[in-house]
C-alpha cells in the first residue's frame, strides 16, 4: 500500500521559514522523480518545485532563489526548504510522486503579515 505524507506547514510571518517534510512509503521512492504543488484557494494546483531520481531539481519562478527541494532517498523523505516566504505563499502544499497518482494529503502554510 502506498502512502504519501507531508509535514512541517503552519503559520509563519512574512519573510520566515518553514520547511516541509514528505515521506513516501510503498515505493521503490528512489526511481521516482518527486514533485511540491501548491493550491491556494479558488485557484488551481500549481507545480512549485521538482528533483528527479538523480537529483536535478527545477522551480517555478516565483519561488526561484527562495525555496530549495532536496530529497533523501535512504529516508525515502523528499523536502522543501522556504525560506523569505510572502503572504502570496499561502497555499495548502501538497506531495507528489511524479508521473504516478499518489498525492498527499496536503498540508497547510499559512505566511501572516
Known amino acids: 500500500q502506498v502512502q504519501v505524507v507531508e509535514s512541517g506547514g503552519g503559520l509563519v510571518q512574512v519573510g520566515g521559514s518553514l520547511r516541509l517534510s514528505c515521506a513516501a512509503s510503498g515505493i521503490n521512492f528512489s526511481v521516482y522523480a518527486m514533485g511540491w504543488y501548491r493550491q491556494a484557494p479558488g485557484k488551481q494546483r500549481d507545480l512549485v518545485a521538482g528533483?528527479?531520481?538523480?537529483?536535478?531539481?527545477n522551480y517555478a519562478d516565483s519561488v526561484k532563489g527562495r525555496f530549495t527541494i532536496s530529497r533523501d532517498n535512504a529516508k525515502n523523505t523528499v523536502y522543501l526548504q522556504m525560506n523569505s516566504l510572502k503572504p502570496e505563499d499561502t497555499a495548502v502544499y501538497y506531495c507528489?510522486?511524479?508521473?504516478?497518482?499518489?498525492w498527499g494529503q496536503g498540508t497547510q502554510v499559512t505566511v501572516s503579515s
Open positions: 507528489n510522486v511524479q508521473q504516478t497518482g499518489y
Open positions: 528533483i528527479t531520481s538523480r537529483g536535478s531539481t
